[in-house]
């Protein structure tokens, strides 16, 4: 059984193990068994390697000491799994000196694996697709399409969408958003709120093989392994030129 099926087979249920971290943040039963599945795989697959898990605190001081390790987030959008939206993900990547070198991204309610990386190229197959689709970032267009999460639209995050003119506003959950932009269906994700590592590294991977980019807002790549695990606010984008500050008022 794969870790999308397990999901899905607990997101059926009537009860789905709801608990509550040391954050306040939500944990289901699919995020605990998307965590295991994961790390028995990947440590089948790379014994060298360690794996840094959202859902395993003790793993995460481990970021900052290798040079390569696995960094995961089983099951992104916990709340979108708990609303029964569908907008939830499955986040696997390899980090190399700080940055994602390959990310795989499941979208389990519509059988639907991404991956790729810088170099790489970046692709997407479904449970009816015989050769896998190549992924192309696109010119933003005129209005500019621009992603926003359904959880954190917060007053920033609205003033740079104002500033960068017409656009239309897509709500979205989880690390879908960069993917949609891998996939030419939209041009800009500010996030001006709140990430972990974790939640960014898979996606951007995708994300930056099939053309795009991610930026901090003074134009400099994200880093990876720090002691925190924060990001700073960032932006998501396809083949756009940016400035080399993208701070706001």
Not at 73 to 100: H, K, M, Y
């Amino acid at each position: 059984m794969d870790v999308g099926t397990t999901i899905l087979n607990i997101y059926h249920r009537e009860d789905l193990g709801i608990q509550i971290k040391h954050d306040q943040s939500p944990v289901t039963a699919a995020d605990l068994a998307a965590h295991q599945m994961l790390v028995q795989g990947l440590t089948c697959l790379t014994p060298q390697w360690p794996i840094v898990s959202e859902e395993d605190q003790h793993s995460q001081a481990l970021a900052s000491n290798y040079p390569i390790y696995w960094l995961i987030d089983p099951l992104d959008g916990t709340q979108q799994f708990i609303r029964r939206n569908g907008e939830f993900t499955v986040n696997v990547a390899l980090i190399e000196q700080g940055s994602p070198s390959l990310g795989l991204v499941g979208i389990p309610i519509q059988a639907k694996l991404y991956w790729g990386g810088t170099g790489l190229g970046s692709y997407r197959t479904t449970a009816i697709t015989a050769v896998p689709d190549r992924l192309k970032a696109v010119t933003a267009r005129n209005p500019a399409r621009v992603l926003a999460s359904k959880s954190h639209l917060n007053q920033a995050t609205q003033q740079f969408i104002q500033n960068l003119g017409e656009t239309t506003l897509l709500q979205v959950g989880s690390s879908i958003k960069f993917l949609t932009i891998a996939e030419g269906d939209a041009d800009w994700y500010p996030r001006l709120a709140p990430t972990c590592e974790w939640d960014t590294a898979a996606a951007q991977a995708v994300l930056e093989g099939a053309g795009g980019c991610v930026t901090q807002l003074n134009g400099k790549p994200l880093q990876y392994g720090k002691v925190d695990m924060l990001n700073p606010h960032f932006v998501a984008h396809g083949k756009v030129n940016i400035k080399s500050n993208l701070n706001i008022p």
